[in-house]
């Protein structure tokens, strides 16, 4: 990144409930500056879950706050069957190795349609995206061969995942974040968390504050935004 460099962070979650109340957030900064996602594994290794009882009891009340503070839909495969599905388990780790997989085979747009694509599947449609097949088939969609995906998926989970995901929570740590999503605005050297919480359902609004913001001085304001923590194990 060169030194004159203005992009967005993005540290997110699949699985993160608030990520995809922000996601025309981030569709909207995407026509302003360069978006850069980073996959924190919020519900991966020791966090991953089985769909239970306790599981959709949880999340279902914050599911509907969040879809009446950001009019994201949240749809009925998704509250009546998946969150219902005793066999499903909820691992972040595959859905982030899908769009790093992406971004390597088609570059850092295309990994961002891909979590797109994949937000969408979970929430909207109910389908496991924590299943290479769910996964693949998505990719598909995008254009991605089947047999490319397969294999920089393979890759990625060998050699590059852990490291990705150690890193993006590395950045939130370094800029004082406390969950997903945090959005980080660099200029040059200087990085910078965004209140993004007060955007949420105007992301015309929040792509003109993005414009001033890039090309202006620090706001110096410190997140609002609703979040998941780092473990999966609260949301507020």
């Not at 414009?211 to 609002?224: F, N, P, T, V």
Request: glycine share 12%.
């Amino acid at each position: 990144m060169s030194q004159t460099a203005t992009v967005l962070h993005y540290i997110h979650d699949p699985l993160c409930g608030w990520c995809y109340g922000a996601a025309p957030l981030v569709a909207a900064a995407r026509g302003v500056l360069p978006v850069q996602a980073h996959g924190g594994g919020m519900m991966a290794g020791r966090n991953r879950r089985k769909v239970d009882a306790e599981l959709r009891n949880y999340v279902m009340p914050h599911d509907r706050r969040i879809a009446q503070m950001t009019g994201q839909v949240f749809g009925e495969p998704y509250f009546n069957g998946l969150l219902t599905d005793s066999t499903a388990v909820f691992d972040s780790a595959p859905p982030i190795a899908a769009v790093l997989a992406v971004q390597a085979l088609r570059g850092e747009d295309a990994g961002l349609d891909m979590l797109a694509a994949i937000q969408r599947a979970h929430y909207q449609d109910g389908r496991r995206i924590s299943d290479e097949s769910t996964l693949s088939a998505l990719a598909g969609v995008l254009g991605v061969d089947a047999a490319a995906f397969a294999q920089a998926m393979r890759k990625i989970e060998a050699e590059e995942l852990a490291r990705h995901i150690e890193a993006s929570r590395a950045l939130l740590n370094y800029v004082g974040g406390r969950g997903f999503p945090t959005f980080v605005l660099q200029r040059g050297d200087a990085l910078e968390v965004l209140d993004a919480g007060m955007w949420l359902g105007r992301p015309e609004e929040w792509a003109q504050f993005l414009r001033q913001e890039s090309g202006g001085a620090s706001s110096g304001s410190a997140s609002s935004l609703p979040q998941c923590d780092l473990d999966g194990g609260h949301c507020h």
